[in-house]
């Protein structure tokens, strides 16, 4: 079966820029989409089609996706961006997730 | 505004079948290139995806759990449900809801989601 591969944690300074990962067997042939939650909260949509942001989502978050990665990039990362962070694809009709990358603001 | 709502029981007993339901506002559950699907998330861990249905009764089912799973839907109430049966500890969660835009290009994504539901198996 699929896998999607995220590091457990990353820590980034309050207004640096924050990288996060997803590898995956030939990913970049795929489409890959990026959630945030919040402790308690429902996960909420921040990347589809490896680049796109959804409506009310900051210019802050970008997303690319190529060759066996794809990557989540917070610009100027705020206090508000701490949260949990997965991302997702689609492979022989199946939805698999990453395991989620814990962001860290300090 | 979208909006869905997990409903269901909160404890289940070990080896029983779960049923949640899922009921779907501000749109129609019959809308095209929509799949509507759940997700759960067992405490302090990830996103699993469970299976996704479209509103003719088309499934796509996680190979993972696909032998305990049946999803189906009643467009008369807006409604998508999911029994999952022989249900053990393991089963305990978080179980959501949500609209998977789905395209044949491959794009596929849960724009929007529920609040989400504790399950918790025990006797």
């Known amino acids: 079966s699929y896998e999607l591969t995220q590091p457990p944690s990353v820590s980034v300074s309050p207004g640096q820029t924050a990288t996060i990962t997803c590898s995956g067997d030939?990913?970049?042939?795929?489409?890959a989409c990026w959630y945030q939650q919040k402790p308690g909260q429902s996960p909420v949509l921040v990347i589809y089609k490896d680049s796109k942001r959804p409506s009310g989502i900051p210019e802050r978050f970008s997303g690319s996706n190529s060759g066996n990665t794809a990557t989540l990039t917070i610009s100027g990362t705020q206090a508000m961006d701490e949260a949990d962070y997965y991302c997702q694809a689609w492979d022989s009709s199946n939805v698999v997730f990453g395991g989620g990358t814990k962001l860290t603001v300090l | 505004q979208l909006q869905l709502q997990e409903s269901g029981p909160g404890l289940v007993k070990p080896s029983e079948t779960l049923s949640l339901t899922c009921t779907v506002s501000g749109g129609s559950i019959s809308s095209s290139s929509y799949y509507w699907g759940w997700i759960r998330q067992p405490p302090g861990k990830g996103l699993e995806w469970i299976g996704s249905i479209y509103y003719s009764g088309s499934t796509f089912y996680n190979p993972s759990l696909k032998s305990r799973v049946t999803m189906s839907v009643d467009t008369s109430k807006n409604q998508f449900s999911l029994k999952l049966s022989s249900l053990t500890a393991a089963d305990t969660a978080v179980y959501y809801c949500a609209r998977q835009d789905y395209s044949s290009s491959g794009s596929n994504f849960f724009d929007y989601w529920g609040q989400g539901t504790l399950v918790t198996v025990s006797s």
């Open positions: 030939k990913l970049g042939d795929k489409y």
